[in-house]
């Protein structure tokens, strides 16, 4: 048996490690940011009636330009978006993959600014774009002036946001986001895949995309949508974008049953978000427990907090795990970040760090 350093493997894949969430069987999952509802009972029938159509004619392949697909997530998004200004994918990292082959590759560079979607370098690496690593201001915030500074300072093919920032849970502002779009010939991209979560004064960058041809905003049904077995994430974006997309793309890269899952889940899009209001509830008590016990957590406009102050990060990460509870140890030293669950899971969580707490 061989093992990957003998393989003739491309030299700037060589030593990079890969996307590494553990997959532990446990009994509270607060680790990935999943949305830990079950979708309702009577959109998961409805789902299945769909796909038993679809599997009747799957000996053909699937419509290439998944209008009705389109179409669908344009009238979710609203704005006056058609189904022009929407592509979609399986999941939003295959999104960002397919728009780093397309405007990114080697000889190329993307900036971002970490901490951050821990793919975004590991989707640069794999196309062979430079990860260009941007630094944060005070508590993960980014200002119009630190983004054009190092836009000036750099000068990438790609600037890479998101938005509310994962792991950190912060919001981006919209004058930082236009402000980095006037300082680059290049791609802008915002992802957005926990924007559903955000609060109810927070625009999202779906706003900008009017006369912005270079701004690509990326969702994906794998959060608020609790969709994220499914595997679809999608874009919005001026249409020439797509465009772009196409050349880069598998041909019929979304089966059949994906599109029909999608449509029909989408079309119960207000039960499918029911749940969101919850999950709010329940970041919002995490982050106020965490704080009554001494933690620093982040503001978050998502449905996970990241919080600081913990002396053993490590140590804490295993205790939980040792009570059945897994959340997320990223390596930022004294900080752990946990996902809002349901009600129970929360609580849990909170139990256990209360006790954890208590007992250092
Ligand atoms: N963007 C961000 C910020 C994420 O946190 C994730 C998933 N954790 C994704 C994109 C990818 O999600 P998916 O491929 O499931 O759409």
């Given at each position: 048996?061989s ?5 003739p ?5 060589r030593?990079?490690?890969?996307y ?7 009994a ?8 830990t ?7 998961a ?16 392949y ?18 006056g978006l058609?189904?022009?200004?929407v ?8 999104i ?6 397309a405007f ?5 560079s ?63 502002s ?12 290049g ?21 900008l ?29 001026d249409?020439?974008i ?23 889940a ?41 919080f ?23 390596g ?21 760090m ?6 250092r």
């Amino acid at each position: 048996m061989s093992s990957l350093a003998d393989l003739p493997i491309r030299d700037d894949l060589r030593g990079l490690t890969p996307y590494g969430a553990p997959e532990l069987k446990v009994a509270v999952q607060l680790n990935v940011n999943e949305n830990t509802h079950p979708i309702p009972e009577d959109v998961a029938r409805s789902i299945i009636e769909a796909l038993a159509r679809e599997l009747l004619s799957v000996n053909r392949y699937p419509d290439r330009e998944f209008l009705a697909l389109r179409d669908s997530l344009a009238r979710y998004l609203g704005g006056g978006l058609t189904r022009d200004n929407v592509w979609a994918a399986n999941g939003s990292n295959e999104i960002l993959q397919q728009i780093l082959q397309a405007f990114g590759g080697p000889g190329r560079s993307v900036l971002g600014f970490p901490p951050t979607y821990s793919m975004h370098p590991i989707i640069a690496a794999g196309t062979g774009t430079e990860w260009i690593a941007g630094v944060r201001d005070t508590e993960y915030e980014i200002s119009p002036a630190t983004a054009v500074d190092w836009i000036e300072r750099t000068s990438p093919d790609l600037v890479f946001f998101c938005s509310p920032n994962n792991p950190t849970g912060t919001a981006l502002s919209l004058e930082t986001i236009a402000a980095a779009y006037n300082a680059t010939p290049g791609i802008v991209v915002v992802d957005e895949a926990y924007a559903e979560f955000g609060h109810s004064e927070q625009p999202t960058a779906l706003s900008l995309l009017e006369g912005r041809e270079r701004l690509i905003v990326t969702r994906t049904m794998s959060k608020a949508f609790a969709f994220a077995g499914a595997r679809l994430g999608y874009l919005a974006a001026d249409p020439a974008i797509s465009d772009a997309l196409r050349l880069v793309r598998l041909p019929y890269h979304l089966s059949s049953l994906t599109q029909a899952a999608a449509v029909a889940a989408l079309a119960h899009a207000p039960e499918m978000l029911a749940m969101v209001d919850d999950i709010k509830k329940q970041r919002d008590r995490i982050e106020v427990t965490l704080r009554e016990l001494g933690y620093h957590p982040y503001p978050s406009a998502s449905n996970f907090v990241l919080f600081g102050g913990v002396p053993d990060a490590h140590r804490l990460f295993e205790q939980l795990l040792e009570r059945d509870i897994i959340i997320r140890d990223l390596g930022i030293e004294g900080h752990l970040r946990v996902s809002a669950g349901t009600e129970a899971e929360t609580t849990a969580f909170l139990r256990a760090m209360s006790e954890l707490t208590e007992a250092r």
